[in-house]
């Protein structure tokens, strides 16, 4: 029996205000094991982006559980669910969310020296040394090319040294070369490091990556896994 480091039962989310209220997430069961890389794919408004972001311990669930490695975020307060967050998962956004006054070395560093992690620059350069940008920690990010600055993303992300990483749609905003390259950094590091890896995305070749891919339509799960054949049935062109 595989080790589930992360669970949700009967997930329940609505969003927005009297006749604008969606209801987005609709009692979802899931399970994810240690170790595993998960795509969620769907169509646009399916509600895989809003299920990501609970996962993310970003937004709240109205009712139901979400566990992930055995700590109920579902009960935890503002304060403890960001420490938490903080020291367990590492997010990387499709528009990468990097501080423009800032270097790379100190987009990577700053988080960990506000979590007060031992050696923060230290580790921040060793990071950035690992995602291939040892050359590049003083340059901000608008000396940076898309693909650098989304590396320096991952780097941030996997600094904490988190049990779970969560990506929307990392490649979304690069050219197809840079993104196989981002892709291929994304599940190297994940395999070596033995991180679960659930992603959204629209691309079924990414998708195909993953050991697992979680279909959502409406708000539901229709399976738990499906095959690299049927995500295209789901994925819009």
Known sequence: MRNTIIELKKADLTLGNQAATVHVLKGIDLEIGKGEAVGIVGPSGSGKST?????????????????????????????????????????????????????????????????????????????????GLGERLNHYPGQLSGGEQQRVAIARALAPSPSVLIADEPTGNL?????????????????????????????????????????????????????????ADVVPA
């Open 51 to 131: 299920l990501l972001m609970v996962l993310a311990g970003l937004e709240r669930l109205d009712s139901g559980e979400i566990w992930i490695n055995g700590a109920p975020l579902h009960t935890l307060s503002e304060d403890k669910l960001a420490d938490f967050r903080g020291r367990n998962i590492g997010i990387v956004f499709q528009s990468f969310h990097l501080i423009a006054n800032m270097t790379a070395l100190e987009n990577v560093a700053v988080p960990l020296e506000l979590a007060n992690a031992k050696n923060p620059f230290e580790t921040a350069r060793r990071e950035l040394e690992a995602v």
């Open 175 to 231: 050219d197809s070369d840079t993104g196989r390259q981002i892709a291929d950094l994304l599940f190297s590091k994940q395999a070596e490091r033995g991180t679960t890896l659930v992603l959204v995305t629209h691309d079924p070749s990414l998708a195909a990556r993953c050991t697992r891919q979680v279909k959502v339509r409406s708000g539901m799960l229709e399976a738990n896994t499906v095959s690299a054949a049927s995500v």
